[in-house]
């Protein structure tokens, strides 16, 4: 069981460059999701999906794309790098059940755009 | 849509001294509420959650937070911190998840630094 898993760590980019960050779950939870973290402004989420084939936008998602074709992947794929995209990028899981909930954040994908 | 509020950006505490995290959010009809640790370099950790049930919620090492819908406040609390609590903290509340949407609104985060 390896929980949340994010690759690469580290990226660095040129304005204009197209890259897919990467994220894996190994629980079979239903819910995974997409944030940025920036200095001063907590995470915001960008997309997020709550099964197989279904995601949805969320706060920012300009400039990110996501697809969810099986329960363990959800590649996050900027299309064209821009500097405004370096962030701290942090990939969840979660499985809501009745009262309770099971969550986990992958450790990150620091991406710097020049 | 839901907002979150930290009220303190950064508290410095002393090794064995209570600390108090403050968290506002905006006002809803229910909501499920989370405190989340970061260390150093790390992802997010879950420290405790309300969602229904008690306001009194405890968490993992030694936190626990009170649920008051009346000031909507979620503050986060340890009776003496230790030097391994310095991290940052952050507060997110969530809608209750009908019809299968989970989008945690975070706050911007309480760096606590514990001092000897």
């Known amino acids: 069981n390896a929980g949340v898993t994010q690759t690469p760590k580290f990226q660095v980019l040129k304005t204009g460059q197209s890259m897919t960050l990467q994220c894996a779950q190994d629980?079979?939870?239903?819910?995974m999701s997409w944030y940025r973290q920036d200095p001063g402004m907590g995470l915001r989420l960008i997309h997020y999906?709550?099964?197989?084939?279904?995601?949805d936008q969320g706060e920012v998602p300009n400039g990110y794309n996501v697809s969810r074709s099986t329960t363990e992947d959800f590649p996050l794929r900027l299309l064209s790098a821009a500097p405004s995209q370096t962030s701290v990028y942090f990939c969840?899981?979660?499985?809501?059940?009745?009262?309770?909930?099971?969550?986990?954040f992958g450790p990150g994908t620091r991406l710097t755009v020049l | 849509a839901q907002s979150v509020t930290q009220l303190d950006s950064q508290v410095p505490v002393f090794e064995e001294a209570p600390v108090e995290l403050r968290c506002n959010y905006s006002?809803?009809?229910?909501?499920?509420l989370f405190w989340y640790v970061q260390y150093p370099n790390q992802g997010l950790q879950l420290l405790l959650k309300?969602?229904?049930?008690?306001?009194l919620v405890k968490g993992i090492n030694g936190f626990e937070a009170e649920f008051n819908k009346s000031q909507t406040s979620f503050h986060l609390r340890k009776p003496s911190v230790h030097i391994s609590d310095t991290a940052e903290y952050f507060c997110a509340v969530s809608d209750p998840p009908e019809g299968g949407s989970e989008k945690l609104v975070f706050g911007k985060g309480t760096k606590l630094t514990v001092n000897p």
């Open positions: 309300y969602l229904s049930g008690s306001t």
């Open positions: 629980m079979n939870h239903e819910y």
């Open positions: 999906s709550v099964g197989a084939g279904i995601t």
């Open positions: 969840a899981s979660s499985s809501w059940g009745g009262p309770s909930v099971t969550q986990y």
């Open positions: 006002s809803s009809v229910s909501v499920y």
